[in-house]
């Protein structure tokens, strides 16, 4: 179906400006200057100028120390660039030492192997109701530097090493939860397993995932702001939704809505980072969603047919409305779609 969007004025967002520091020398060497005239003319001006120059040089001193311990409220650059750091020598070395035939296949934007091949023996498989996922995960975190993956930003899974049928090839996949301390919805990475003779090997891996945070990049992500209701309210509540309509779910057409003064909008409370490249570059943007719903006392015939519609089994709970993205950081509407938990046909 089509996605109404609609332009947006973009939020500006102010980088907070940077304290600079006050030149000690130079002040020092003014404030003896002063002293020395002064006490030729006047000891008592004298040492209250000194005590002056003191005073004043002491409430700059805390006024920088104040402001450079001051939170950034505001990234510096949106989108959020990734600065590559030039892994992949490190990466072949490290996987090489694991396995003296291994390949390495490189994807030079993301900074991280597209596939590794090697060979290695899961040991705490020998147990056949040990935690396949564990021991999947003693070996990227026994080589950190062939893998890049840091195992608190990625979800857990579950399942036995016996899961791996003798002769068998399967494959295990994780996902990431996070990147630092943000959310990150993007990266999956697969390992390939194999049993023969019992024995359950890991003979390669393969993903697409960024290397784990720089302590730059996470402060640089967590310092991006994210944008209110009252920023994007104007325009969900004066704009226009598209829809499709079906019969029996056979396609009978397409309508829009035009927002009324009494329907309702929110956002939801969790933010998400994702990533894609652009003009061979990572970037970080950081979205938000949430929800239109129609009052029920516009609700019509040709509404009820829409894909706006949600039914459930007690009417009171059944919805009428579209899910709205945004990007957190500007505010503008990136897409609306229409039915509220449920998809109609």
């Known amino acids: ?106 994807n030079t934007v993301r900074d991280t192997p597209s596939s590794l091949s090697f060979d290695v023996e899961l040991a705490a498989c020998a147990d056949g109701e040990a935690d396949l996922f564990d021991a999947v995960w003693q070996v990227f975190e026994a080589t950190p530097d062939a893998f890049l993956l840091d195992r608190d930003d990625w979800s857990n899974s579950n399942g036995p090493c016996r899961i791996v049928a003798e002769g068998r090839v399967r494959t295990v996949q994780f996902y990431r939860e996070r990147i630092g301390s943000v959310t990150l919805a993007r990266d999956v990475v697969s390992a390939v397993l194999r049993r023969d003779d019992g024995i359950v090997h890991m003979t390669g891996m393969s993903g697409t995932y960024l290397p784990p945070a720089t302590e730059a990049l996470d402060t640089e992500l967590s310092a991006c702001p994210t944008v209110t209701p009252d920023d994007v309210e104007t325009a969900v509540l004066s704009g226009s939704y598209d829809y499709a309509t079906f019969e029996q779910c056979q396609s009978t057409g397409t309508g829009t809505y035009m927002a009324q003064s009494t329907d309702s909008f929110s956002l939801g409370p969790n933010v998400v980072w994702s990533w894609y490249e652009s003009d061979g570059a990572i970037v970080f943007e950081k979205t938000i969603d949430g929800e239109f719903h129609v009052d029920g006392a516009a609700w019509t015939p040709e509404l009820f047919q829409s894909t706006a519609y949600c039914p459930a089994a007690d009417d009171r709970d059944a919805t009428m409305g579209w899910m709205l993205r945004f990007d957190a950081v500007t505010g503008e509407w990136l897409s609306a779609m229409a039915g509220i938990g449920c998809l109609v046909c």
Do not use: N
């Not at 000891?43 to 000194?50: L, M």
């Not at 001193?61 to 990234?75: K, L, N, P």
């Not at 600065?83 to 490189?106: E, K, M, N, Y």
């Open 1 to 106: 179906m089509t996605l109404a969007r609609i332009a947006l004025v973009v939020v500006s967002i102010s980088a907070v400006a940077a304290s600079c520091d006050t030149d000690d020398d130079t002040q020092d060497t003014d404030t003896e200057q002063e002293t020395d005239t002064e006490q030729e003319t006047d000891g008592t001006d004298s040492e209250a100028d000194s005590d002056t120059d003191s005073d004043a040089d002491s409430d700059t001193d805390s006024d920088v120390d104040t402001d450079s311990d001051t939170e950034r409220t505001a990234c510096l650059t949106y989108p959020v660039p990734l600065a590559p750091l030039g892994r992949q020598a490190g990466v072949t070395a490290a996987i090489t030492g694991l396995d003296a035939d291994a390949t390495v296949s490189w």
